[in-house]
Every structure is written in C-alpha cells, then in structure tokens.
C-alpha cells in the first residue's frame, strides 16, 4: 500500500470511536431501551429505530472505505498508465 493509501484511510483514535465504538454504543443504547421498558410494542419500535439508526452508521462508515478503496484502484490504473508511457510496457511485464 502506498503512503497516499495510508493517507486517505486515517486511523487515529477519534475516527476508530467513529467507525467502530459509536455504532456499537447506538445499538446497544436501543437495545437496553427497549429493555428497560419490558420489551413493550412501543418500546421495541423506538428501540429498533435507535438500533437502525447504529446500524445506519456503520454502514455509512463501511461504503466509505469501498469508496475509498475504488478511488485508491484508479490511482493504481493511472500510474500504471503513465509508467507504460514512460517504458513501453506495462509495469508487471518483463
């Protein structure tokens, strides 16, 4: 992986509580509210709404990183094309 891979996908600390501890935390916080209410019909829609709504971020959270990863695959295309101009032959070529 080049460093402008490395770049585009940051792993700091805030972004790993984004991308894996708030979805979570959201689930479970729907969950237990619907817990808390005895499993009732209300109590599971607004429980199952919370727990959509965690599910949604991580969702969000992954098609990113696919995003990413087809930009990251261009990139790729692209200086294998500017390689071939520059040589003749296609970089994985011998």
């Known amino acids: 992986m ?3 891979h490395v770049n585009r996908l940051p792993s700091s600390p805030l972004i790993q509580f984004l991308r894996w501890w708030l979805p ?3 689930v479970v916080a729907g969950i ?3 817990a ?3 499993f009732s019909e ?3 829609e607004g429980g199952g709404a919370i727990v959509g709504a965690g599910l949604s971020i991580w969702l969000m959270n992954v098609l ?3 995003g990413i990863s087809g930009d990251d695959d261009r ?3 692209l200086a294998a094309r ?3 101009d520059r040589h003749g032959r296609w970089p994985d070529e011998k």
Do not use: C, H
Request: proline content about 4%.
């Open 2 to 4: 080049s460093p402008t």
């Open 24 to 26: 979570a935390i959201v």
């Open 32 to 34: 237990a509210l619907a």
């Open 36 to 38: 808390a209410n005895g």
């Open 42 to 44: 209300d109590s599971l």
């Open 64 to 66: 990113w990183r696919i």
């Open 75 to 77: 990139e790729d295309e």
């Open 82 to 84: 500017e390689y071939f």
